[in-house]
């Protein structure tokens, strides 16, 4: 673990739970469960130390210029439950590797480059409370597996390019306080709750 303060560009030494924006937990590993490094100004290496936490419960490396995929090994954080990687350059389409983060309450990738439909198996991640997939480059319809968000609040799926109708389905979540679907070209109504 000594690597990753070179790699942040922290200098640090000794514990890595006493540096800034790193959280642990109590036990007798001190395992590394939260990552705060929001506008750290970091590069791509940084995958491969966060990759290497399996206890990890939030990550925010939101606003850093990050300029890849999202990697395959964020879906192997099996207790994960604040994703936040806004505001860089993530490519690509969103992995199917992010679907069995069954624990996810709040997943941000809104302001990065995602390209592609959005997976109907995201919406089976049906814990999520906050959803923010706006400003990106994703296209096709709403999945109807929309209706598995049950415990939804937010949802922003605004400026991207996606068609077609309105699903139905949004009428169904309960839970669901803020809703942003404005700047793509979609058709029909919002439903009633």
Same mark, same amino acid.
């Given at each position: 673990m000594k690597n990753i303060r070179y790699n942040l560009g922290l200098h640090y030494d000794g514990d890595p739970c006493q540096w800034y924006g790193v959280s642990c937990s109590? @036990?007798?590993? +001190?395992? $590394?469960?939260?990552?705060?490094? #929001?506008?750290? @100004?970091?590069n791509n290496s940084i995958w491969q130390y966060v990759c290497k936490l399996p206890a990890l419960q939030l990550l925010d490396l939101s606003d850093n210029g990050l300029q890849s995929p999202i990697p395959e090994c964020v879906g192997s954080f099996a207790n &994960?439950? $604040? &994703?936040? &990687? #806004? #505001? +860089? &350059?993530? #490519?690509?389409s969103i992995p199917p590797q992010l679907f069995s983060m069954k624990n996810l309450s709040t997943l941000d990738l809104t302001h990065n480059q995602l390209t592609g439909p959005i997976p109907p198996q995201l919406f089976s991640l049906s814990n999520l409370a906050y959803l923010d997939l706006s400003y990106n480059n994703l296209s096709g319809n709403i999945p109807i597996t929309l209706s598995n968000l049950r415990f939804i609040e937010s949802l922003d799926i605004s400026n991207n390019r996606l068609t077609g109708e309105i699903p139905e389905a949004l009428g169904n979540l309960s839970e669901l306080h803020w809703l942003n679907l404005s700047h793509n070209k979609l058709t029909g109504q919002i439903p009633e709750a």
């Amino acid at each position: 673990m000594k690597n990753i303060r070179y790699n942040l560009g922290l200098h640090y030494d000794g514990d890595p739970c006493q540096w800034y924006g790193v959280s642990c937990s109590e @036990n007798e590993g +001190n395992d $590394i469960v939260g990552l705060y490094f #929001s506008h750290f @100004n970091m590069n791509n290496s940084i995958w491969q130390y966060v990759c290497k936490l399996p206890a990890l419960q939030l990550l925010d490396l939101s606003d850093n210029g990050l300029q890849s995929p999202i990697p395959e090994c964020v879906g192997s954080f099996a207790n &994960l439950k $604040i &994703l936040r &990687l #806004s #505001s +860089n &350059l993530l #490519s690509e389409s969103i992995p199917p590797q992010l679907f069995s983060m069954k624990n996810l309450s709040t997943l941000d990738l809104t302001h990065n480059q995602l390209t592609g439909p959005i997976p109907p198996q995201l919406f089976s991640l049906s814990n999520l409370a906050y959803l923010d997939l706006s400003y990106n480059n994703l296209s096709g319809n709403i999945p109807i597996t929309l209706s598995n968000l049950r415990f939804i609040e937010s949802l922003d799926i605004s400026n991207n390019r996606l068609t077609g109708e309105i699903p139905e389905a949004l009428g169904n979540l309960s839970e669901l306080h803020w809703l942003n679907l404005s700047h793509n070209k979609l058709t029909g109504q919002i439903p009633e709750a």
